[in-house]
């Protein structure tokens, strides 16, 4: 068969899937052309909105038999820039597969189509009485499907695991059209490779997650929250040990945030001070439990240890839930960043959790030296080795390449990893050979190679081949 050409392609699309699921040209939205990245946007040769397993299937046959590299989008909330389109790509939203098709309370299991919101999954498991394990702050936007694509992390990572945790089962749609069923509701499966892993942070470089299979938990009946003031990161790490010793599981979240991260926030949000003094680092602590009074005295109970042992030098404890996301609004400056750094610089790394107090010394000391007079603000989730760094543009002279590459190295003399919960995408594939070796990146480009052999799936994210 001849070549089509692109009239030929997309008049094909459009007499397959119908006018109302393609957009050519100037239909396509301009969010389309990018996300939350700050990659440079790209207009793709046509934008395909899905509302079926089977138009996902027809999309890709038709791109796979002639050669059209496929780009698949979520909420288009990523900020790696794995869903920017490439030229002459389909662009594949699946915003209309956006349907619970299944909750169930008794077997804590919940199916999805990928399109499904974040905020959408957390509210039909409140209403079913459980929970969902992931939250992050484009809850509203962000879809299910690209949060398995880039295994997502979040607020809740200590007491859940990342995204791979949450995921039971998969429906996956190959470059070639091929579907994999492996929605099978069962914890224990132990029958050779576990397809449903390949594709869990492949940010879309394998295939199209079309469905999802769900585990829910159980909703706690009552939740303390603390702000606790340390002296040095050390006596953070013996916070949270104690806590966990005590709480185990129930610790929820240990939310660390050094002082510059603090008075920005303060400063940003025009908020009050929690505490009547500054302190070099501040936690949020998130407590679950069975009775809200006795959870507090008990909370109350182990800070007060830590206060004579040392560990802690002030602390205040919710008396409501009002005064819980009144502590936590403290947490939320990073929606402030793009409008008062200009632009941020931001990093999401991982380091051995030992060593994070260290690599923040080590970054404060060495930006000192390169850029007096720096803005960097330091704060993370830690309690699972996650640090997050934003620095402000304007105040190391715009040299942010410079500034990545700085803080890049330290996180390989660290051997930590340059992408903790927000995936490689474009913007992190030139430090990707910071964290990964060259015999497990060419064990990647084997699987891609086996998957999609015309490297027709989000063509050049990740890594090259």
């Known amino acids: 068969m001849p070549p089509m050409s692109q009239e030929q392609f997309l008049h094909a699309l459009v007499q397959q899937l119908g006018e109302g699921a393609v957009q050519t040209g100037t239909q396509v939205e301009a969010r389309f052309h990018t996300d939350w990245s700050g990659q440079p946007p790209v207009a793709p040769l046509a934008l395909v909105r899905p509302r079926s397993t089977e138009e996902v299937v027809a999309t890709l046959r038709l791109c796979h038999q002639h050669r059209i590299p496929v780009v698949p989008q979520g909420g288009l909330t990523g900020l790696a820039g794995a869903a920017v389109p490439v030229p002459g790509c389909v662009a594949l939203s ?46 509203g936007s962000c879809q299910i499907g690209g949060n398995v694509s880039t295994n997502a992390g979040g607020n809740g990572v200590l007491q859940h695991g990342m995204m791979r945790e949450q995921v039971l089962g998969l429906e996956v749609v190959l470059a070639d059209g091929t579907v994999l069923p492996m929605l099978r509701p069962m914890l224990k499966n132990n029958t050779g490779y576990d397809l449903k892993q390949f594709f869990i942070g492949a940010e879309g470089t394998l295939g199209v997650i079309t469905r999802v299979l769900l585990r829910l938990r159980p909703m706690p009946q009552a939740k303390a929250t603390c702000l606790v003031a340390m002296p040095d990161f050390d006596n953070a790490l013996a916070v949270l040990q104690r806590m966990q010793g005590r709480f185990g599981n129930s610790v929820a979240a240990f939310e660390l945030m ?72 403290l947490r939320e400056a990073p929606a402030e960043l793009n409008t008062n750094m200009h632009p941020p610089i931001n990093f999401d790394v991982s380091l051995p959790q030992a060593d994070i107090g260290r690599f923040a010394d080590a970054m404060q000391a060495d930006f000192d030296a390169r850029w007096p007079g720096h803005q960097t603000l330091f704060f993370g989730h830690v309690g699972d080795g996650n640090l997050h760094v934003s620095t402000n543009g304007a105040t190391v002279n715009g040299e942010c390449d410079a500034v990545e590459a700085a803080l890049y190295a330290q996180v390989a003399l660290f051997h930590g990893s340059v992408s903790a919960e927000h995936g490689i995408g474009l913007h992190k594939k030139p430090f990707l050979h910071a964290s990964r070796t060259p015999q497990e990146l060419a064990a990647m480009r084997a699987i891609k190679a086996a998957l999609d052999p015309l490297n027709l799936m989000n063509p050049g994210k990740v890594f090259d081949l």
């Open 94 to 139: 699946l915003e209309r597969m956006n349907t619970i098709e299944e909750v169930n309370a008794r077997t804590g299991l919940m199916t999805v189509q990928a399109g499904v919101t974040l905020q959408t999954v957390q509210e039909a498991a409140v209403a079913a009485g459980m929970v969902f394990g992931v939250d992050l702050g484009a809850r």
């Open 258 to 329: 050094w002082d510059n991260f603090v008075q920005a926030s303060i400063q940003w949000q025009k908020l009050q001070a929690p505490l009547a003094e500054r302190h070099p680092l501040l936690a949020l602590i998130d407590v679950d439990g069975k009775d809200e009074a006795s959870l507090r005295d008990a909370v109350e109970e182990a800070l007060g240890e830590a206060m004579e042992a040392g560990e802690v030098v002030d602390a205040v404890i919710a008396q409501s839930q009002t005064q819980a996301k009144t502590l936590w609004k």
